[in-house]
Nanobody
Framework: QVQLVESGGGLVQAGGSLRLSCAVS????????MDWYRQAPGKQREWVAM???????LYTDSVKGRFIISRDYAKNTVSLQMNSLKPEDTAVYYC???????????????WGQGTQVTVSS
C-alpha cells in the first residue's frame, strides 16, 4: 500500500521560511511526478509545484522565485522550501504522487493528509 506523510508545517511571520517534506512509503512501485498542492480556507485546492521523474520542475506563478521543490529519488521523498512567505500562502499543503505499479493499466495518484502552513502579517 502506498502512503504519503507530510511534515514541516507551522506558524511563521511574513518574510520567513518553512520547509515541507513528504515521504512515500510502500514497496513494489515507481513514482512519476510528485507535486505540492495547497488549499486555503474557503478556496479550491490549487496546484503549487511539480518535480518530474527526471528532475524537471514547474511552479505556479505566485510562488516562482520564492519556493523550491526538490526530490530525493533514493528515499522517495519530496520537499518544498518556502521562502519570503506571505500571508496569502496560508493554507493546508498536500503532497501528491503519481504512482506506477506492475499490472496497472494506468498510473494512480496518491495524496498525503496535509500539513497546515500559517503566515502571520
Amino acid at each position: 500500500q502506498v502512503q504519503l506523510v507530510e511534515s514541516g508545517g507551522g506558524l511563521v511571520q511574513a518574510g520567513g521560511s518553512l520547509r515541507l517534506s513528504c515521504a512515500v512509503s510502500g514497496s513494489g512501485f515507481s513514482i512519476n511526478a510528485m507535486d505540492w498542492y495547497r488549499q486555503a480556507p474557503g478556496k479550491q485546492r490549487e496546484w503549487v509545484a511539480m518535480v518530474t521523474s527526471v528532475g524537471n520542475t514547474l511552479y505556479t506563478d505566485s510562488v516562482k522565485g520564492r519556493f523550491i521543490i526538490s526530490r530525493d529519488y533514493a528515499k522517495n521523498t519530496v520537499s518544498l522550501q518556502m521562502n519570503s512567505l506571505k500571508p496569502e500562502d496560508t493554507a493546508v499543503y498536500y503532497c501528491n504522487a503519481d504512482v506506477v505499479r506492475a499490472g496497472w493499466s494506468t498510473s494512480r495518484r496518491y495524496w498525503g493528509q496535509g500539513t497546515q502552513v500559517t503566515v502571520s502579517s
